[in-house]
């Protein structure tokens, strides 16, 4: 499933190249399908459009715990848990950082 959802992402990309959602929804499937690399690009492309989005900061946390860059997740976690505290990715933020 990640595969077609990484198709669906690119196609949405190609005509609003940086819509937030689909950044970041392309990074989780990235992410999901082991494609660490990719991810890390379209994550930090997320970020760099959006650094206001608890979101695209949740994701890139995650791109980062998977590369084993502990404390650059954890950044990333923090700053999604200062955006958004309330919201679900706040709070899987805030879930995160108490897990690791």
């Known amino acids: 499933l990640p595969g ?3 198709e669906e992402y690119r196609r949405a990309l190609e005509v609003f190249p940086d819509h937030e959602t689909a950044l970041a929804g392309l990074s989780e499937a990235l992410l999901a399908a082991g494609a660490l690399s990719d991810a890390d690009e379209v994550s930090g492309r997320a ?13 890139r946390g ?4 998977a590369q084993k860059k502990l404390d650059e997740a954890r950044g990333e976690w923090i700053a999604a848990r200062k ?3 309330d919201s679900p990715y706040g709070k899987e933020a805030d879930k995160l950082l108490k897990e690791k």
Request: no cysteine; hydrophobic share 55%.
């Open 62 to 65: 995650k791109v980062f715990a």
């Open 83 to 85: 955006l958004a505290p």
């Open 4 to 6: 077609a959802l990484i």
């Open 47 to 59: 970020v760099g459009k959006r650094p206001d989005s608890a979101r695209a900061r949740l994701v």
